[in-house]
Structures are given as C-alpha cells and as structure tokens.
C-alpha cells in the first residue's frame, strides 16, 4: 500500500501566502507523477498543479504565475509554494501520487490520494 499524507493548510489573509507539503510511503517500485488538486462542496475535484519525472510541470490557468510546484524525489515528497492567494483559492487540497508498484511492470501505475487539507483565504 501507498500512503500519502498532505501538510500545512490553514487560514491566510488575500494577497498572503501559504506552502502546502506532501510526502509518499510505503510499497512501491517508484512516483512517476505527483500532484495537488482542490475541491469546494458541490464541484468536481480539479487540478491545481502537477510534476512528473519526463513531463512538463502542469498548472491550472487560475494560478499560473502565483503557485509554484517542486519536487523533492529523494524524499518522495511535492510542494505547493501558494502566493498573492484569492478568496477563490478557497478550497479542500489534496495530493496525489502516481506510483508504479513493480520494477517489471513498466508503464502500470496507480493513484493514491491523500485526505486533503483546508485553505482558507479571508480578511
């Protein structure tokens, strides 16, 4: 199994910023891609950034140029460095890994969430 737990939500003023950290555990061969999406009750689960090991990093337009995605791959771990946050970055983050479980089984991966954790941008 592949445990992923997400770090470092809270409450941030607009215009503030926050840094959301990530880190995967447990069986597997190796992360071929890690990612945060977000979710506000009643919409679907959208991504907000994500980076792989042979793809170009991938951010949703909203926070293109404020957020900031890194990797640390010794680590197993991703970093979401959130900035000038808008009361419309409001939402539930979560993590997700890609991992391959088996060396011989190239190209099969599975995804594994983390239980997320809340942002909230207010005055």
């Known amino acids: 199994q592949v445990q992923v737990v997400e770090s470092g939500g809270g409450l941030v003023q607009p215009g503030g910023y926050l840094r959301l950290s990530c880190s995967a555990s447990?069986?597997?061969?190796?992360?071929?891609?890690m990612g945060w999406y977000r979710q506000v009750p009643g919409r679907q689960r959208e991504l907000v950034a994500r980076i792989s090991s042979d793809a170009p990093t991938d951010y949703a337009d909203s926070v293109k140029g404020r957020f900031t995605i890194s990797r640390d791959s010794a680590k197993n771990s991703v970093y979401l460095q959130m900035g000038s946050l808008k009361p419309e970055d409001t939402a539930a983050y979560y993590c997700?890994?890609?991992?391959?479980?088996?060396?011989?089984?190239?190209?099969?991966?599975?995804?594994?969430w983390g239980q997320g954790t809340q942002v909230t941008v207010s005055s």
């Open positions: 447990g069986n597997f061969f190796r992360l071929i891609r």
């Open positions: 997700k890994a890609d991992a391959q479980l088996d060396p011989s089984s190239s190209g099969v991966y599975y995804g594994y």
